[in-house]
């Protein structure tokens, strides 16, 4: 008798209707576009991450270059440093001898001269067209924490480094700091 069943079932014409092929391919869609949507903000962040790294790896080329460079003109708090500044600050800061070395070592950053705004704050103005850039801010007095003073702080002049770097998701701007050492 089950088997009478059965080849009843088997002959039987009765097949999916419409409603059900469309409810079976709606599900279908639904699932790849999530799996999809998933995939290419996987891939987005990806690419943001590998931007940042690159910024990150290049700002710190840059701190290096600056230090090296510092380090060769023998600058100090008290000996050089205003030369260096008053170098950076000139009509054509390009023929500074840090921003030599930069060119010379990372051709693909362009320099951004700082500019000094009406409350004599510098500023940067980076351009949108460029792919990495960097400004040299000098004169800089960065506060630190005397540590063999608690609770006392001194402060330290330097070049605040900015760099900005063009990404996919928009720019990365690092800002960084090299002290002028003896």
Same mark, same amino acid.
């Given at each position: 008798?089950?088997?009478?069943?059965?080849?009843?079932?088997?002959?039987?014409?009765?097949?999916?209707?419409?409603?059900?092929?469309?409810?079976?391919?709606?599900?279908?869609?639904?699932?790849?576009?999530?799996?999809?949507?998933?995939?290419?903000?996987?891939?987005?962040?990806?690419?943001?991450?590998?931007?940042?790294?690159?910024?990150?790896?290049? =700002?710190? *080329?840059?701190?290096?270059?600056?230090?090296?460079?510092? $380090?060769?003109?023998?600058?100090?708090?008290? !000996?050089? &440093?205003?030369?260096?500044?008053?170098?950076?600050?000139?009509?054509?800061?390009?023929?500074?001898?840090?921003?030599?070395?930069?060119?010379?070592?990372?051709?693909?950053?362009?320099?951004?001269?700082?500019?000094v705004?009406?409350?004599?704050?510098?500023?940067?103005?980076?351009?949108?067209?460029?792919?990495?850039?960097?400004?040299?801010i000098?004169?800089?007095?960065?506060?630190?924490? =005397?540590? *063999?003073?608690?609770?006392?702080?001194?402060?330290?002049k $330097?070049?605040q480094?900015?760099?900005?770097? !063009?990404? &996919?998701?928009?720019?990365?701007?690092?800002?960084?700091?090299?002290?002028?050492?003896?």
């Amino acid at each position: 008798m089950k088997a009478k069943k059965l080849k009843k079932k088997v002959r039987s014409k009765k097949g999916l209707t419409l409603v059900e092929i469309l409810i079976g391919v709606t599900i279908v869609v639904i699932v790849f576009a999530s799996t999809l949507g998933a995939m290419v903000g996987g891939f987005t962040t990806t690419l943001y991450n590998a931007d940042e790294n690159r910024a990150a790896i290049l =700002n710190a *080329s840059l701190n290096e270059i600056i230090m090296n460079t510092l $380090g060769k003109m023998n600058i100090s708090d008290s !000996a050089g &440093a205003d030369d260096v500044i008053m170098d950076i600050q000139s009509s054509n800061p390009t023929s500074s001898a840090i921003v030599a070395a930069v060119t010379a070592s990372v051709p693909e950053a362009k320099y951004v001269p700082a500019t000094v705004d009406g409350s004599g704050k510098p500023t940067v103005v980076f351009s949108e067209n460029e792919n990495y850039q960097y400004s040299l801010i000098p004169n800089v007095d960065l506060p630190m924490d =005397n540590h *063999s003073s608690p609770g006392s702080t001194y402060s330290v002049k $330097g070049i605040q480094i900015k760099t900005r770097f !063009a990404s &996919a998701s928009g720019a990365i701007i690092y800002e960084s700091f090299v002290p002028f050492m003896g």
